[in-house]
């Protein structure tokens, strides 16, 4: 859905990976349409290899997604955009995190705070939750563990959490506590003290990152 808000802001030259088949031909089908693209744009992703050429965008973005990617295969991820990023091209992440307090997907405060996953998704089972989704693909991860992954195969990462919190005045979308996410807008938009509560309180919501692709321009150097 952002690949196709950015299209529609003029950003055309749009390509998509999903895990699903018929998601990719609706996408495919609608922008073939939308757009007049002849050649397929939305590809089934295997978890493995990206189906690009090295060195083939100038911005990756990766929104939500990464709590869902396994940790046998989440190095490799990291490592597949760096591969299809050109040299000095961005990649951005949106990462639902370990220590975030409360977990959208399951709508729970802090047990993931303070138990194991196997633990936790057991306590949820407990409270009747259904945990398929979160037991089959949700591994959710300290925020640190991203950016390390992110500085190892990119070379650079900036943290870019505060930017979405200072400009976030649309609440509509938003399926977790409402009241709660416009206090905390307000609080970071005061003067001065607004950078003190961003500051700390930034470290517990929902990391975006933004990374320069330097690992490829060191490479093209050599």
């Known amino acids: 859905m952002t690949l196709l ?3 529609a802001s003029g950003y055309t030259d749009i390509s998509g990976v999903d895990v699903g088949d018929s998601i990719c031909e609706r ?3 609608l922008t073939s349409e939308a757009l007049g693209h ?4 939305f590809f089934v992703y295997d978890g493995h290899r990206l189906p690009f050429e090295d060195r083939s965008f100038d911005f990756v973005f990766s929104q939500e997604v990464l709590e869902h990617v396994s ?3 989440l190095s490799d991820y990291y490592g597949e955009e760096h591969r299809v990023l050109d040299a000095n091209g961005m990649a951005m992440h949106s990462v639902p995190h370990r220590l975030a307090p409360f977990d959208s997907h399951t709508r729970t405060w802090f047990l993931h705070w303070l ?3 196997e633990q936790w998704i057991a306590a949820l089972k407990m409270m009747g939750k259904d945990v398929a989704t979160a037991e089959a693909a949700l591994f959710l991860r ?3 563990v991203h950016k390390s992954l992110a500085m190892r195969h990119f070379g650079h990462v900036e943290d870019r959490t505060m930017d979405r919190l200072r400009d976030l005045d649309d609440f509509d979308y938003y399926d977790g506590p409402v009241r709660l996410r416009q206090i905390l807008s307000f609080l970071f938009r005061l003067p001065v003290a607004g950078g003190l509560f961003g500051a700390v309180l930034s470290r517990f919501m929902m990391m975006d990152t933004i990374s320069e692709n330097r690992r490829a321009a060191v490479q093209n150097d050599s």
């Open 5 to 7: 808000y950015l299209a």
């Open 27 to 29: 996408w495919n089908r």
């Open 38 to 41: 002849k050649d397929q744009r």
């Open 71 to 73: 940790s046998d295969v």
């Open 115 to 117: 138990l194991p996953r």
């Open 142 to 144: 300290w925020p640190w």
